[in-house]
């Protein structure tokens, strides 16, 4: 390959990088690699077990952009019925972390209700914070809410 043929491919691949790392994020926060939302764990099991539990691949609906597993079909039931009562707040990224203006991946092992709605933080460390004064973190992240997607 041509020198000018590399330092081409070079530049389309950092205009191509720039433009993802500055484009709209999903509503929902999904790995990479899969389109799960809350990472496969069962967002009905929070409300009706008060513990995560894993989905089953065989129990899946979609719904917003992301696939939602769950461990019983009544629990996918409760889901159809309303989706947005059981969504993890702000898409299932950190809820710390958004109201703090930012967007980390939610981990559906740190999580809590709190009012009736699901939120997920990043880890046990923020966790901590979070609940430390989610009261004020749930005005500001409703505030950035969502809007930080842009």
Same mark, same amino acid.
């Given at each position: 390959?041509?020198?000018? !043929?590399?330092?081409?491919?070079? %530049?389309?691949?950092?205009?191509? /990088? #720039?433009? =993802? #790392?500055?484009? =709209? +994020?999903?509503?929902? !926060?999904?790995?990479?690699?899969?389109?799960?939302? =809350? *990472?496969? !764990?069962?967002?009905?099991?929070? /409300?009706?077990?008060?513990?995560?539990? +894993?989905?089953?691949?065989?129990? +899946?609906?979609?719904?917003?952009? =992301?696939?939602? !597993? /769950?461990?019983?079909?009544?629990?996918?039931?409760? /889901?159809?019925?309303?989706?947005?009562?059981?969504?993890?707040?702000? *898409?299932?990224?950190?809820?710390?972390?958004?109201?703090? *203006?930012?967007?980390?991946?939610?981990?559906?092992?740190?999580? #809590?209700?709190?009012?009736?709605?699901?939120?997920?933080?990043?880890?046990?460390?923020?966790?901590? +914070?979070?609940?430390?004064?989610?009261?004020? %973190?749930?005005?500001? *992240?409703?505030?950035?809410?969502?809007?930080?997607?842009?």
């Amino acid at each position: 390959m041509n020198t000018l !043929y590399k330092c081409s491919l070079v %530049f389309i691949s950092l205009i191509l /990088f #720039s433009a =993802a #790392s500055h484009a =709209a +994020k999903d509503e929902i !926060y999904t790995s990479f690699l899969s389109k799960a939302g =809350a *990472g496969g !764990y069962d967002v009905v099991a929070y /409300f009706t077990d008060s513990k995560p539990v +894993k989905g089953d691949k065989n129990l +899946k609906t979609e719904y917003k952009n =992301a696939k939602w !597993y /769950f461990s019983n079909a009544a629990n996918l039931e409760l /889901f159809r019925e309303n989706p947005d009562k059981y969504l993890p707040q702000y *898409g299932g990224y950190c809820a710390w972390a958004v109201a703090e *203006g930012n967007l980390y991946a939610g981990d559906p092992l740190h999580w #809590s209700v709190h009012n009736e709605k699901l939120y997920l933080n990043y880890d046990a460390e923020v966790r901590e +914070k979070w609940l430390a004064e989610k009261e004020r %973190f749930i005005v500001e *992240g409703d505030m950035n809410w969502p809007g930080i997607l842009n």
